[in-house]
């Protein structure tokens, strides 16, 4: 297995959906734009991290660089469209417009097996064999965000420069920061460093 061309900082998994998350594989946390996808070898190493993926899979070099790109361009057709319809609910026109990420979909090879338990338990697992399964488990996240979470509460953090996406589970609905800890407590300063220079 090939090693990022850069070392990262662990990604962001932040967003209350993988789908969202996926989307903040591009972020710029201390000011410089960091990728997660940036090559083949980051984007194994995220794809790890955020999903079931074996840690054995034998896929050769160029294959992971290709595959990153495809990534790279779903994650930004993605982004447009969370863009364009983040905080309401999605019209069933969206469907119109989904055929980049139906075509990835129609290549997925999933398949049940038994596996162990009292009793025993029936699952659903992905055939690992081509590089493009590598897709999958990113385009089922989009899909499952598209038809099952409530779109009207996709939001982008209120953070100055924050670029990270979420999806507000809270009870209230009140959620602002992509982390209180990061963008609420850059927030609270610098409303107190105002409120004390007036």
């Known amino acids: 297995?090939?090693?990022?061309?850069?070392?990262?900082?662990?990604?962001?998994?932040?967003?209350?959906?993988?789908a969202l998350d996926y989307l903040n594989t591009v972020a710029a946390p201390a000011g410089e734009i960091l990728d997660w996808l940036a090559d083949g070898a980051a984007f194994f190493d995220w794809l790890r991290r955020g999903f079931a993926v074996p840690a054995d899979l034998k896929i050769s070099a160029a294959n992971l660089q290709r595959i990153a790109a495809d990534a790279r361009?779903?994650?930004e057709w993605f982004r447009e469209l969370v863009q364009k319809h983040a905080?309401?609910?999605?019209?069933?026109?969206?469907?119109?417009a989904l055929e980049p990420l139906n075509a990835i979909l129609q290549h997925g090879q999933l398949h049940f097996q038994l596996s162990r338990g009292e009793p025993l338990i029936l699952e659903e697992a992905?055939?690992?064999?081509?590089?493009?399964?590598?897709?999958?488990?990113?385009?089922?996240?989009?899909?499952?965000?598209?038809?099952h979470a409530d779109f009207s509460q996709v939001r982008h953090c209120e953070g100055a420069q924050c670029?990270?996406?979420?999806?507000?589970?809270?009870?209230?609905?009140?959620?602002?920061?992509?982390?209180?800890?990061?963008?609420g407590n850059r927030a609270k300063a610098a409303q107190h460093r105002a409120k004390n220079s007036g």
């Open 87 to 96: 905080g309401r609910p999605l019209p069933a026109s969206i469907a119109g």
């Open 163 to 183: 670029t990270l996406w979420f999806i507000d589970v809270s009870k209230s609905h009140r959620r602002r920061w992509c982390s209180m800890s990061v963008c």
């Open 73 to 75: 361009d779903l994650r």
């Open 126 to 147: 992905q055939n690992w064999r081509a590089p493009q399964a590598l897709l999958q488990p990113i385009a089922r996240a989009i899909a499952d965000l598209l038809c």
């Open 1 to 18: 297995m090939i090693s990022p061309a850069k070392t990262l900082p662990d990604p962001f998994f932040i967003a209350e959906h993988r």
